[in-house]
């Protein structure tokens, strides 16, 4: 994220220094600056880890975390993402935690799957999951047994 706001900064001065210099007028270099910090947020913003990846590299850390399976019940697309080296595809998962009658409970998660990795989220698959012992609410797949990317 340093690299994008340092990229920002060197175009950003250096807008400033041929506009400066070649007598355009203030507010044309203020709404370009603009221009650049918004894009620079926007970049940012799609290279930084989703709420779901931060709770399961803190709870994989996390030497107190259950570490349970649960069935995926429900499944939807809520948005795709394409990079250079791959297409992504946030899933919504409603999970069945625990054992698989009527005493387990269910969680809801959204979490980005690489496509080529789509089938091992489909309904009725297994799935690794990290909970959060102090609030079983916080539930994130456990990317060491269920990966979400092809490595």
């Given at each position: 994220?340093?690299?994008v706001?340092?990229?920002?900064?060197?175009?950003?001065?250096?807008?400033?220094y041929?506009?400066?210099?070649d007598?355009?007028?203030?507010?044309?270099?203020?709404m370009v600056?603009?221009?650049?910090?918004?894009?620079?947020m926007?970049?940012?913003?799609?290279?930084?880890?989703s709420?779901?990846?931060?709770?399961?590299?803190?709870?994989?850390?996390?030497?107190?975390?259950?570490?349970?399976?649960?069935?995926v019940?429900?499944?939807?697309?809520?948005?795709?993402?394409?990079?250079?080296?791959?297409?992504?595809?946030?899933?919504?998962?409603?999970?069945?935690?625990?054992?698989?009658?009527?005493?387990?409970?269910?969680?809801?998660?959204?979490?980005?799957?690489?496509?080529?990795?789509?089938?091992?989220?489909?309904?009725?698959?297994?799935?690794?999951?990290?909970?959060?012992?102090?609030?079983?609410?916080?539930v994130?797949?456990?990317?060491?047994?269920?990966?979400?990317?092809?490595?």
């Open positions: 994220m340093w690299s706001a340092a990229v920002a900064l060197v175009c950003g001065v250096w807008f400033a041929w506009f400066i210099r007598g355009v007028p203030m507010w044309v270099l203020a600056l603009v221009f650049d910090v918004l894009f620079a926007l970049v940012a913003g799609a290279l930084m880890a709420k779901e990846e931060k709770l399961a590299e803190r709870l994989g850390a996390s030497a107190d975390t259950i570490r349970a399976v649960g069935r019940v429900e499944l939807s697309r809520i948005s795709t993402k394409e990079t250079g080296t791959m297409h992504k595809t946030r899933l919504g998962l409603r999970v069945a935690v625990g054992a698989h009658d009527a005493g387990a409970r269910e969680a809801d998660l959204e979490v980005w799957v690489e496509d080529a990795l789509l089938p091992q989220f489909a309904t009725g698959q297994t799935v690794h999951l990290l909970i959060d012992p102090a609030d079983p609410s916080l994130a797949v456990d990317r060491s047994r269920t990966p979400v990317q092809v490595q």
